[in-house]
Nanobody
Framework: QVQLVESGGGLVQPGGSLRLSCAASGMMFGPNTMGWYRQAPGYERELVAVITRGGSTNYAASLKGRFSIYRDNAKNTVYPHMNSLKPEDTAVYYC????????WGQGTQVTVSS
């Protein structure tokens, strides 16, 4: 059974930083692509960043420069580093992994507020 275990969400002040992590398990050959999406109330789910097993990355244009994504292939874990956070970054962040199928985590709340 495939599982994506997310951690690291919470409350952070504007301008602060937050580190999330997502560990994938149960995939026969491990995930090829891993990453994160987010969904704010009243908005559609949108890309944050993804990274392939080979290290190629794709970021949402609006987040490039503030967000970075890293991956540990041995642990099938992906780590987004989010800096200079703004209130509009408030959303539920979902881990995403693609092996033979696509899988989603249950989501972790990130709230940027003073």
């Amino acid at each position: 059974q495939v599982q994506l275990v997310e951690s690291g969400g919470g409350l952070v002040q504007p301008g602060g930083s937050l580190r999330l992590s997502c560990a994938a398990s149960g995939m026969m050959f491990g995930p090829n692509t891993m990453g994160w999406y987010r969904q704010a109330p009243g908005y559609e789910r949108e890309l944050v960043a993804v990274i392939t097993r080979g290290g190629s990355t794709n970021y949402a244009a609006s987040l490039k420069g503030r967000f970075s994504i890293y991956r540990d292939n041995a642990k099938n874990t992906v780590y987004p580093h989010m800096n200079s956070l703004k209130p509009e970054d408030t959303a539920v962040y979902y881990c995403y992994a693609v092996g033979q199928s696509a899988y989603w985590g249950q989501g972790t709340q990130v709230t940027v507020s003073s």
